[in-house]
């Protein structure tokens, strides 16, 4: 992977006592964590704007954001090679935040700020983790400060409106009287359903907006799937200052493959539609002809805190929507608490046996 040198970085210095500005979480502000010195994030200037796929044409680096880039610390000097959007330097602990555009690839449109602050997450884990059963002290610790990492992952939305021309069969159930023999040798009567089908075609017709496509391999999409619905109408135009503080991962599936996945999940909705449309009691489709029109795509930046802890020799991986505090993640079991828990119910069980034949006696 080849390091790209030179890359600008913003300085975010601390106007009041010199350290650093970050994004404060629910605000439109840059504050420092040490003197809380506030700035105002700056103003994108235009709106949130889907782009048609055409436009994808052009790109040559469009199959995925893999080159590194060499970020140079305005604080320190210190420089480190990445490729992600924003980090932290790993000497200061400065904000890195790549600012001019990269011309062969996708670029941001849109970021959903961070809403949900450390304070925040830490007391949606602490829910988390009370209710977990029989989990092992250890998990405790997933909610220590030091181990969450703020991070904004990217994903794809589409819009699209679609026509769909299908053909197949309408099933309409009818009864009849059947008379049998059980297995007393009497005679009993019961209904048999039974299935009419007829020809079915016709025409449907359903407009997507915002379906929204995993744009990064890194996390487990099961996981992040799970941390829906976002609110997307609060996503805000790209603006580098939102990023300050917290790492920024870049896209690593291609546009293209994200909108093969988003046609396979409106097919799956068109379906049900021609479904629908043929009405009855039973459906059948043989084919399904769709036409897609006014396709149109955009990259959004979404916001999660991280928490990975160890348990066993194994690492696990704890997920928080930062608008939401929605909490999901992998967690292991305690044997000791489960071996636990099984011995007090058997020893529950069996006072409730003595009991039952005390009360006989």
Excluded at 201 to 211: P, Q
Aim: aromatic share 8%.
């Amino acid at each position: 992977m080849t390091a790209t040198p030179g890359v600008s970085t913003h300085g975010y210095a601390c106007a009041s006592c010199g350290a650093r500005l970050e994004y404060a979480p629910g605000t439109t502000m840059l504050r420092c964590p040490y003197c809380g010195h506030e700035q105002q994030v700056a103003q994108a200037g235009r709106a949130v704007q889907e782009h048609a796929i055409s436009e994808l044409a052009p790109l040559v680096g469009k199959p995925a954001a893999t080159a590194e880039y060499v970020f140079t610390c305005a604080k320190c000097g210190a420089q480190t090679t990445s490729d992600a959007l924003s980090l932290q330097c790993q000497f200061c602990g400065a904000p890195l935040v790549r600012q001019q555009a990269m011309p062969d690839q996708v670029q941001p449109e849109a970021v959903l700020p961070f809403a949900v602050d450390k304070d925040g997450v830490r007391t949606a884990l602490r829910g988390w983790v009370r209710s977990r059963w029989f989990a092992p002290g250890s998990l405790k610790k997933v909610s220590e400060a030091e181990k969450l990492k703020g991070t904004y992952l990217p994903h794809w939305t589409f819009d699209a409106g679609t026509r769909t021309d299908y053909t197949g069969q309408r099933g309409e159930h009818y009864y009849t009287t059947e008379t049998y023999t059980d297995s007393q040798g009497r005679t009993q009567t019961r209904q048999v359903r039974h299935t009419n089908w007829y020809p079915a075609a016709g025409t449907v017709a359903r407009d997507f907006d915002d379906l929204l496509v995993i744009g990064t391999d890194r996390v487990s999409p099961e996981h992040l799937e799970k941390l829906e619905p976002w609110p997307l109408e609060e996503a805000q135009p790209y603006q580098p200052d939102f990023l300050a503080g917290y790492q920024t991962l870049r896209y690593d599936v291609a546009p293209e493959a994200a909108l093969d996945t988003a046609k396979v999940r409106m097919d799956k909705v068109i379906r049900s539609d021609c479904e629908q449309d043929i009405g009855g009691d039973e459906q059948r489709l043989h084919t399904v002809d769709t036409t897609y029109f006014n396709v149109m795509f955009k990259l959004l930046l979404l916001p999660v805190w991280i928490a990975v802890y160890l348990h066993g020799g194994r690492s696990y991986q704890v997920l928080v929507n930062a608008r939401t505090a929605e909490v999901i993640g992998q967690r292991p079991y305690s044997p000791l608490k489960i071996a636990a828990a099984v011995a007090a119910a058997l020893a529950l069980v069996a006072l409730i046996v003595v009991l039952v034949v005390v009360s006989r006696n």
